[in-house]
């Protein structure tokens, strides 16, 4: 399957932006879906993820309150609409899913998207 990101660009801080990662996957049952973000010189990380039903989320303490993931199954999409946006959230983001009902915010992801890069700069 192959995970497909786009959305994202550069903003200035307070700015919103809307990440939209398309796959095939999301037609089929059982699969839970996450946003992961790596800035320069930095690990990859968790930002947020979402179970297969779409009725449970999580989220990174970094974002909560700003961010919030979604998904549209019949249109095989998930979204991270970010709001707000801060210059420390400027990163590559990327999309991943895998065969579970449930979501994590650890890299335990099947599928992998290409990365959209989101720089957020005055």
């Known amino acids: 399957f192959q995970l497909q990101a786009s959305g994202g660009g550069l903003v200035q801080p307070g700015s919103s932006l809307k990440l939209s990662c398309v796959a095939s996957?999301?037609?089929?049952?059982?699969?839970?879906a996450a946003w992961f973000r790596q800035a320069p010189g930095k690990v990859r990380e968790g930002v947020s993820c979402?179970?297969?039903?779409?009725?449970?989320?999580v989220y990174a303490d970094s974002v909560k309150g700003r961010f919030t993931i979604s998904r549209d199954d019949a249109g095989n999409t998930v979204y991270l609409q970010m709001n707000n946006l801060k210059p420390e959230d400027t990163a590559v983001y990327y999309c991943?899913?895998?065969?579970?009902?449930?979501?994590?915010?650890?890299?335990?992801?099947?599928?992998w998207g290409q990365g959209t890069l989101v720089t957020v700069s005055s």
């Open positions: 996957v999301f037609t089929k049952d059982g699969y839970a």
């Open positions: 991943a899913a895998v065969d579970s009902a449930y979501c994590t915010l650890l890299p335990a992801y099947n599928y």
């Open positions: 979402i179970s297969s039903s779409g009725a449970s989320t």
